[in-house]
């Protein structure tokens, strides 16, 4: 029933910014979380940010803390994740999820029960 498309991934170069996109069907921007994760490979899956319904975030990953921007338009139920100074160690396949609680740390992606298919960033030096 829900469905969430990312886009937006692709190659650049350190310093660069990349502008990801997640549209979500069947799915309604109020009471829980929406957020970015990503995963390269053999590692796990990073909580990277999170918003709820009223535009609220919580701490972004120290990782990217600074650099990176998480919004939305609940207008087009999409949400985005800003990226900017991209770095080597930001690649990784890029994952939007929805419906996490309250209650729970939203970057911590069991609170989630749904997923995109992800996309991928790849930053070279």
């Known amino acids: 029933q829900v469905q969430l498309v990312e886009a937006g991934g692709g190659s650049v170069q350190a310093g660069g910014s990349l502008t990801l996109s997640c549209a979500a069907s069947?799915?309604?921007?109020?009471?829980?979380?929406m957020g970015w994760f990503r995963q390269a490979p053999g590692k796990e899956r990073e909580g990277v940010a999170c918003?709820?319904?009223?535009?609220?975030?919580?701490p972004y990953a120290d990782s990217v803390n600074g650099r990176f921007i998480i919004s939305q338009d609940k207008t087009k139920n999409t949400l985005y994740l800003q990226m900017n100074n991209l770095k080597p160690e930001d690649t990784a396949r890029y994952y939007c999820?929805?419906?996490?609680?309250?209650?729970?740390?939203?970057?911590?992606?069991?609170?989630?029960?749904?997923w995109g298919q992800g996309t991928q960033v790849t930053v070279s030096s």
């Open positions: 999820a929805a419906g996490g609680q309250y209650g729970a740390d939203c970057r911590w992606a069991e609170v989630y029960p749904h």
């Open positions: 069947g799915y309604t921007f109020r009471r829980n979380f």
């Open positions: 918003i709820d319904a009223g535009g609220f975030t919580t």
